[in-house]
T-cell receptor, first 110, second 113 residues
């Protein structure tokens, strides 16, 4: 089925470790997004990419970096994980506000 | 700056009862408005959206929402709730022409048998 694929689904990191969350979409959407979801705070935008080759900061970019590798793939990197980055991360792609979300990555930093 | 407020963190209704989830937004221009639903452990599914035109919008699963510009509201309604409607509901506003969505804090719906 067409959609947004995120890997991994679950991850436990130690403080200070690094990791990359992968996201790929096969709907030929120009725009891609990374959100984090925390209890009582809804989804907050970390970074987004309006098109291949461009990225911009969202509401909560500190501690993260992104790469728009090509039109299909948009990765999120934590260089030095902190407990405050424990969250559920969602990737999404869109075409004119028609959003498709991935199933999420549950990340725990201990 | 754009923002979305969902005043009710948690709502409990009896199965078969009517439901209204509140959403208030702050946005300078005509907003693009959305309601999403998230079942436990799942991603987000679009229920309905409003871009322009008729202010009463019909969505999937029997949901509807009404855009009221004078009240800056976009409340979600369902006439008769089913146990399977228990989930978390998010209201969101589209941020200009960037395609970004700004989400509310979410409302958790519990359905009593």
């Amino acid at each position: 089925n067409a959609g947004v694929t995120q890997t991994p689904k679950f991850q436990v990191l130690k403080t200070g470790q690094s990791m990359t969350l992968q996201c790929a979409q096969d709907m030929n959407h120009n725009s891609m997004y990374w959100y984090r979801q925390d209890p009582g705070m809804g989804l907050r935008l970390i970074y987004y990419s309006a098109s291949e080759g461009t990225t911009d900061k969202g509401e909560v970019p500190n501690g993260y970096n992104v790469s728009r590798l090509n039109k299909r793939e948009f990765s999120l990197r934590l260089e030095s994980a902190a407990p405050s980055q424990t969250s559920v991360y969602f990737c999404a792609s869109s075409l004119e506000y028609g959003y498709t979300f991935g199933s999420g990555t549950r990340l725990t930093v201990v | 700056a754009q923002s979305v407020t969902q005043p009710d963190i948690h709502i409990t209704v009896s199965e078969g009862a009517s439901l209204e989830l509140r959403c208030n937004y702050s946005y300078g221009a005509t907003p693009y408005l959305f309601w999403y639903v998230q079942s436990p452990g799942q991603g987000l599914q679009l229920l309905l959206k409003y871009f322009s035109g008729d202010t009463l919008v019909q969505g999937i699963k029997g949901f509807e929402a009404e855009f009221k510009r004078s009240q800056s509201s976009f409340n979600l309604r369902k006439p008769s709730v089913h146990w399977s409607d228990a989930a978390e509901y998010f209201c969101a506003v589209g941020s200009g022409n960037t395609g970004k969505l700004i989400f509310g804090q979410g409302t958790t719906l519990q359905v009593k048998p």
